[in-house]
């Protein structure tokens, strides 16, 4: 079965750099998700979409921006990366809000 | 703050034994979820329970929901060493489209 895809799974970026993490969510999930999880700690939630508008807003710096287009896919777009962004991005999908989500790799972001 | 807060924060016991972790929780919610990560990998959902719902079985897992406390159990039986992950509750408020996890059980089961 088709799972959530997130690319790149590595990133190595320098500070005031910025990134862009791609995710392409299961076929027919209208729901996509971010989250930032950072070593030892668990998974924060950063931004979600339904149906392409922005849902509801967590815990995302001002520096950081995200969109679903109109194939559903997603990205979250970081600038002015500063150490503290190291960590590892995850994306999923749900079939709809409040319903089990699915989970991608995730995204490994290293700030040098 | 975070919305759901785990106990333990670790827990080692052997093969065939039961673990039971615990979450707790601040607000109102719609459902609880509790979720399986492997080290560096993405979480793994294992099972909803609704806020109406007092317990839920899946395989060897059962999972308690007390809405009074806000509180929920994850008990795994006859655990296996392929069981050893970092397992978290995370909660669901009413029409969020927000989830938020709690601090996690880093659960280790030896051989």
């Known amino acids: 079965a088709a799972g959530v895809i997130q690319s790149p799974r590595h990133l190595i970026k320098e500070k005031r750099e910025t990134a862009t993490l791609k995710c392409y969510p299961i076929p027919r999930h209208d729901t996509v998700y971010w989250y930032q999880q950072g070593p030892g700690q668990d998974p924060q939630f950063l931004i979600s979409f339904y149906e392409k508008m922005q849902s509801d807003k967590g815990s995302i710096p001002d520096r950081f921006s995200a969109q679903q287009f109109s194939d559903y896919h997603s990205e979250l777009n970081m600038s002015s990366l500063e150490l503290g962004d190291s960590a590892l991005y995850f994306c999923?999908?749900?079939?709809?809000?409040?319903?089990?989500?699915?989970f991608g790799d995730g995204t490994r972001l290293s700030i040098l | 703050s975070q919305q759901g807060e785990e106990d333990p924060q670790a827990l080692s016991i052997q093969e065939g034994e039961n673990a039971t972790m615990n979450c707790s929780y601040k607000t109102s919610i719609n459902n609880l979820q509790w979720y399986r990560q492997n080290s560096g990998r993405g979480l793994v959902h294992l099972i909803l329970i609704r806020s109406n719902e007092r317990e839920k079985h899946s395989g060897r897992l059962r999972v308690t929901l007390d809405t009074s406390k806000k509180s929920s159990s994850l008990l795994i039986t006859a655990s296996r060493a392929a069981d050893t992950a970092s397992y978290f509750c995370a909660t669901a408020m009413y029409n969020n489209n927000d989830m938020r996890f709690g601090a996690g059980t880093r659960l280790t089961v030896k051989p």
């Open positions: 999923a999908s749900s079939p709809s809000p409040n319903q089990p989500q699915h």
